[in-house]
């Protein structure tokens, strides 16, 4: 059975870091792309950055050049690491697995139960 355990969430100022994990049981993370999205209260969850099987990347332009997504094979985890965080970056944040490389959310099929942000002074 595929299982996703998302971690690393918590409360941060502005301007702080946080770094979420992805962490997979059940199947082996290499052969698939990941992603990580995130939903907003009242919005709709929104990709945020993949990683495809070969290490290529993808971000939303709301995250490039403050996110960096990362794989680690030996620990079959995938790793989001968040810098210069902001108010609007606040949303419960999850990951999941696909076979596209996308950061639409309705091709991917297996979804952990996801990790809460919070950016607030």
């Known amino acids: 059975q595929v299982r996703f355990v998302e971690s690393g969430g918590g409360l941060v100022q502005p301007g702080g870091s946080l770094r979420l994990s992805c962490a997979a049981s059940?199947?082996?993370?290499?052969?698939?792309?990941i992603g990580w999205f995130r939903q907003a209260p009242g919005k709709e969850r929104e990709g945020v950055s993949c990683i495809s099987s070969d290490h290529s990347t993808s971000y939303a332009d709301s995250v490039r050049g403050r996110f960096t997504i990362s794989r680690d094979k030996a620990k079959n985890t995938v790793y989001l690491q968040m810098n210069s965080l902001k108010p609007e970056d606040t949303a419960l944040y999850y990951c999941a697995a696909g076979r596209m490389f996308t950061l639409s959310p309705n091709v991917y099929d297996d979804w952990g139960q996801g990790t809460q942000v919070t950016v607030s002074s």
């Open positions: 059940g199947f082996t993370l290499r052969s698939y792309t």
